[in-house]
């Protein structure tokens, strides 16, 4: 599990409910109506905002933020020097049984177009042409968790609406004012929480995680170029080098 996305909710929400039990009980911020004004319009909204897959799809980029560890583009290096190394001495055709063994599906694909001679324009034109659509993949869970992030404020303000449309028509009732105000402030409370300590930051998460990755791919493709036009495994670590900060090339080394 990413740590840092641990601690990040483990002192927001815990920062927050420390707060209220230590002024007053838990119970007076619980109510059934807002949180049905919230929850269920914000994702009603969603599904009107985004296809149905989309929005189940969602599921699936929460667990990314929770349990996808950060990765370092710099630390697939070491293997495209080696793999650099190897194809000057034994051959191109050498790399063909590396493909095979690893996990990382795009760097297998790029070496498997390297060894089957493809020329290194058709080599970017496949690999550009993959990278753009995980763009467009990874691009959607961002945006629909900014989009709920969006959303989920409005249905507050909405709920804070219809709560003080009912306590005006008690006005008659001095002390049905401060109850009925209390709980139509609940629902801008829910809106703020989801939007600010879990659907924006997630979005963010989501942003980081796709920038990390798509250098990465980057980092690869500029890799098997090398590699396919025999450059020399110094001069492609060199290039490689580049896509990371000095901390991250020590390491390396």
């Not at 799809?57 to 650099?84: C, E, H, W, Y």
């Not at 063909?96 to 063994?101: A, G, L, N, Q």
């Not at 945006?143 to 409005?154: D, L, N, V």
């Not at 989801?194 to 942003?207: D, E, H, Q, V, Y």
């Amino acid at each position: 599990m990413d740590l840092a996305t641990l601690l990040g909710i483990i002192s927001a929400f815990g920062l927050v409910f420390y707060a209220i039990l230590s002024s007053s009980g838990l119970g007076i911020f619980i109510d059934v109506a807002s949180v049905f004004i919230v929850i269920g319009g914000t994702l009603g909204v969603t599904l009107i905002t985004f296809p149905l897959g989309d929005v189940i799809g969602v599921i699936k980029v929460v667990m990314n933020v929770f349990f996808v560890r950060t990765s370092q583009a710099g630390k697939v290096i070491p293997t495209l020097v080696d793999f650099s190394g190897k194809a000057r001495r034994d051959g191109i055709l050498a790399l063909e049984s590396v493909t095979k063994d690893l996990s990382d599906k795009f760097l297998s694909k790029g070496i498997q177009l390297a060894v089957d001679g493809l020329e290194p324009r058709a080599i970017t034109d496949i690999l550009e042409k993959e990278i753009e659509y995980v763009e467009e993949r990874h691009g959607k869970g961002a945006e629909t968790f900014a989009t709920m992030g969006t959303i989920s404020p409005a249905m507050g303000l909405i709920g804070t609406l219809v709560g003080l449309v009912q306590m005006l028509q008690n006005l008659s009732d001095p002390d049905s004012i401060g109850p009925s105000m209390a709980v139509a402030l609940l629902t801008t409370f829910y809106g703020a929480i989801l939007a600010n300590m879990l659907f924006l930051p997630i979005s963010g998460k989501l942003r980081v995680r796709h920038k990390e990755e798509i250098l990465g791919m980057k980092l690869m493709l500029e890799g098997i170029l090398s590699i396919s036009v025999g450059d020399n495994p110094r001069t492609l670590e060199a290039k490689l080098e580049s896509f990371v900060p000095p901390s991250q090339r020590k390491a390396v080394e």
